[in-house]
């Protein structure tokens, strides 16, 4: 199975480097891979040429959503271990692209791919005393030759659905590989039961960490003074991550609600085409953030933020967020608004989002297909104070009441650096 499982990678390079004649992002993950292990030879040849090198923790995601999971364990491992030297690996080029600078790892790379060869060289330069992977990252090479060497594993905010292949009649060799993991944080009692139904026990239930990641971003609270400026006291509907299709709904709503409602619209790509694209479709009532006025915004409507990194911050001006995807692939973030208190709309692809499911069944989140829909749902609960504040209220308890899968995770990685320290005592 190893081999055939080995074929089928060495088929997935052949076809992603083929890719890259068409595609700039496969380009990226081929060329992102030139001279990959001859740079990091460079660095942990010097690393471990000193007198005393620092132990290296691995951390592994495949990009940016994982990356946000990782995000809070990276930084709790940083602040306690501050003497580690953190390795950050991404397989994708948006994840690597995106945070090659960031400020809390030592060293960013790209996985090598998950060849036997490829697995066995990087254990052998990077020699990690610990290897951490974030939710589905399962390379299976990589995971055997870490096994071999007694190197400790961790998988955290993992998820697990019925459909994966570790739960098919031929998931025996898949499985094995489960099992040569320390331990697997997972997000939910499900994913836990399935585990158990494979014999799969090295098990901690701890939640997902990304509800600790949109919690600290809420405390940060950075000023935003043209928005105060901005808004003026008004009610304001924060649409973030939007493709065309939601932002008709936006525009639609702006007809109705008029001067009374404020917009602050952060399209999911800022390109050019896409600016113009909002800038012709709104006209003269709205202003891009990047030209927002210092004195008097007048009777603009919308304020376009053109402008990458902040959105997660800008959540906490909402009366009420709608997060855009929901009329394609699916939605994009819902954490982030509903962690300051903010009743939450998106499109009807939401199904495979569980904090999406359970926040609509609870009456928090409010699932729209049709723009008169949104709009007579949004007027009625901005016209109803006593329900806005109430479901605001409970919107930012869902997310406060799930906290807590970072200590959970510290606390195992601190029992298992503790008890080897004092077995090398």
């Not at 709309?345 to 009456?363: D, L, Q, V």
Request: proline share 4%; net charge neutral; charged share 20%.
């Amino acid at each position: 199975m190893r081999l055939l499982y080995s074929t089928a990678i060495a088929l997935y390079y052949l076809f992603l480097r083929l890719a890259g004649i068409l595609s700039h992002k496969a380009r990226s993950w081929h060329y992102g891979r030139k001279s990959l292990f001859d740079k990091l030879d460079d660095v942990f040849t010097s690393h471990y040429a000193s007198d005393d090198p620092a132990p290296v923790i691995w951390f592994h995601c495949a990009s940016l959503g994982e990356f946000e999971q990782g995000k809070p364990v990276i930084e709790a491992f940083r602040r306690e271990y501050p003497s580690y030297t953190i390795l950050l690996t991404f397989f994708s080029p948006s994840g690597y692209n995106h945070h090659q600078n960031y400020d809390f790892v030592d060293h960013v790379f790209y996985l090598p791919i998950d060849t036997r060869r490829n697995a066995r060289r990087f254990i052998k330069i990077t020699r990690p005393s610990i290897a951490v992977f974030v939710k589905y990252e399962f390379w299976f090479n990589y995971l055997n030759e870490l096994f071999t060497n007694h190197i400790p594993v961790f998988t955290v905010s993992a998820i697990f659905r019925p459909n994966q292949h570790f739960f098919k009649w031929y998931g025996g060799w898949f499985r094995t590989h489960l099992r040569k993991i320390n331990m697997i944080f997972v997000q939910d009692e499900e994913s836990a039961e399935l585990l158990r139904m494979v014999d799969v026990s090295n098990i901690v239930i701890s939640g997902d960490t990304r509800f600790d990641r949109v919690a600290a971003i809420k405390e940060q609270q950075k000023p935003f003074p043209l928005i105060d400026k901005f808004v003026a006291g008004k009610h304001v509907i924060v649409a973030g991550s939007t493709w065309p299709p939601d932002d008709e709904l936006i525009e639609a709503l702006s007809r109705k609600t008029g001067d009374n409602v404020k917009f602050i619209l952060a399209p999911h790509e800022t390109n050019q085409g896409r600016l113009r694209e909002l800038s012709q479709m709104l006209g003269d009532r709205a202003v891009f953030y990047s030209q927002a006025p210092e004195t008097s915004f007048g009777n603009k409507q919308f304020l376009i933020i053109d402008s990458i990194g902040i959105l997660s911050q800008l959540y906490r001006f909402a009366s009420i967020a709608y997060i855009g995807g929901g009329f394609g692939a699916g939605i994009h973030n819902i954490l982030e608004a509903a962690a300051y208190g903010t009743p939450v709309f998106f499109g009807p692809n939401y199904h495979r989002f569980r904090e999406a499911r359970e926040m609509t069944a609870e009456g928090t989140a409010f699932p729209v297909s049709l723009a008169t829909e949104f709009c007579d749902k949004v007027i009625q609960l901005l016209s109803d104070q006593h329900k806005l504040e109430t479901t605001a209220h409970n919107a930012g308890t869902y997310v406060s009441q799930r906290t807590g899968a970072t200590r959970t995770i510290m606390d195992e990685l601190r029992r298992h650096i503790s008890n080897t320290d004092m077995h090398q005592a």
